[in-house]
Antibody, heavy 118, light 107 residues
Framework: QVQLVESGGGVVQPGRSLRLSCAAS????????MHWVRQAPGKGLDWVALISYDGSNKYYTDSVKGRFTISRDNSKNTLYLQMNSLRPEDTAVYYC???????????WGQGTLVTVSS | DIQLTQSPSFLSASVGDRVTITCRASQDISSYLAWYQRKPGKAPKLLIN???TLQSGVPSRFSGSGSGTEFTLTISSLQPEDFATYYCQQNNNYPRTFGQGTKVEIK
């Protein structure tokens, strides 16, 4: 079955960096685009970024453009999110999710918590 | 960016009730709308894709309708396991956006 396992979260000071990983298994990783979505405490779901199946196309929400970079290693079945210049408002649980084209995000991981605080 | 506005934000209902949640898009998104269910401590679950297609394994009491800018999620007879927060999300263009959510609680 499809499994997505995020890691790399933790507590970090404002302005610092963190890299999240998402290990995928149970499906053919290199034919699916992948997303990062986050949920801040007490808030709703917030779409962060998408990368195409081969890594050639990347899209970001405005609030993270220039600070976050989505990438993937298809040889390792792993998705990444490099987060630089972190801000307190980036505090959230970060989820990776598999893209099913125009149908939506059909499989999600359990999330990893990122806390940005001094 | 496309804004999605859900109504209501909060809904109190009883088991057996018929429940309808509305999602309005700030511009035409054709049928590229998905609905998700979110329970505390669990990952979001895709319920409905392309406005009205039920994901495999989702109970038939869930249904979706609409196109363009107005969409609805209906639960025909609310069950105890349906108390959760529901989100709409558009897949028409980037950035992909979610509605603010509708929390369905037990009356």
């Amino acid at each position: 079955q499809v499994q997505l396992v995020e890691s790399g979260g933790g507590v970090v000071q404002p302005g610092r960096s963190l890299r999240l990983s998402c290990a995928a298994s149970g499906f053919t990783f290199n034919i699916h685009a992948m997303h990062w979505v986050r949920q801040a405490p007490g808030k709703g779901l917030d779409w962060v970024a998408l990368i195409s199946y081969d890594g050639s196309n990347k899209y970001y929400t405005d609030s993270v453009k220039g600070r976050f970079t989505i990438s993937r290693d298809n040889s390792k079945n792993t998705l990444y999110l490099q987060m630089n210049s972190l801000r307190p408002e980036d505090t959230a649980v970060y989820y990776c999710a598999r893209d099913d084209g125009s149908r939506g995000l059909d499989n999600w991981g359990q999330g990893t918590l990122v806390t940005v605080s001094s | 960016d496309i804004q999605l506005t859900q109504s209501p934000s909060f809904l109190s209902a009883s088991v057996g009730d018929r429940v309808t949640i509305t999602c309005r898009a700030s511009q035409d998104i054709s049928s590229y709308l998905a609905w998700y269910q979110r329970k505390p401590g669990k990952a979001p679950k895709l319920l409905i894709n392309t406005a009205s297609t039920l994901q495999s394994g989702v109970p038939s009491r869930f249904s979706g309708s609409g196109s363009g800018t107005e969409f609805t999620l209906t639960i025909s007879s609310l069950q105890p396991e349906d108390f959760a927060t529901y989100y709409c999300q558009q897949n028409n263009n980037y950035p992909r956006t979610f509605g603010q959510g509708t929390k369905v609680e037990i009356k």
